[in-house]
């Protein structure tokens, strides 16, 4: 049985940091690309950043690069997310998601999602 289980969240100072984890099963974890995705309150979800199945490629949202990296861990079958200086609108809750392809889609279209961990920074 699939699974997607994501960990790390809380409330953080303006500025601050987190780190995510996501750790699945039930599935080959390296040939999938993986993504993050967020929702903030009243609007909808977005995607957040991606890595693909073997880790080479990266892909973030404008918002959050140079703020935010991912990762992955295959041994572990775990994916991160690093999450840099922080900002009040980076508040959400935040999704693990698998992809149906190995490589991050232009047009994400996942076909798993975690049950997400919330996120809230504080000014």
């Known amino acids: 049985q699939l699974q997607l289980v994501e960990s790390g969240g809380g409330l953080v100072q303006s500025g601050g940091s987190l780190r995510l984890s996501c750790a699945a099963s039930?599935?080959?974890?390296?040939?999938?690309?993986m993504g993050w995705f967020r929702q903030a309150p009243g609007k909808e979800r977005e995607g957040v950043s991606c890595?693909?199945?073997?880790?080479?490629?990266?892909s973030y949202a404008d918002s959050v690069k140079g703020r935010f990296t991912i990762s992955r861990d295959d041994a572990k079958n775990t994916v991160y997310l690093q999450m840099n200086s922080l900002k009040p609108e980076d508040t959400g809750i935040y999704y693990c998601?698998?992809?149906?392809?190995?490589?991050?889609?232009?047009?994400?279209?996942?076909?798993?999602w975690g049950q997400g961990t919330q996120v809230t920074v504080s000014s």
């Open positions: 998601a698998k992809e149906r392809v190995r490589w991050c889609p232009a047009s994400p279209a996942p076909d798993s």
């Open positions: 890595i693909s199945g073997s880790g080479s490629t990266t």
């Open positions: 039930g599935f080959t974890f390296n040939y999938y690309a």
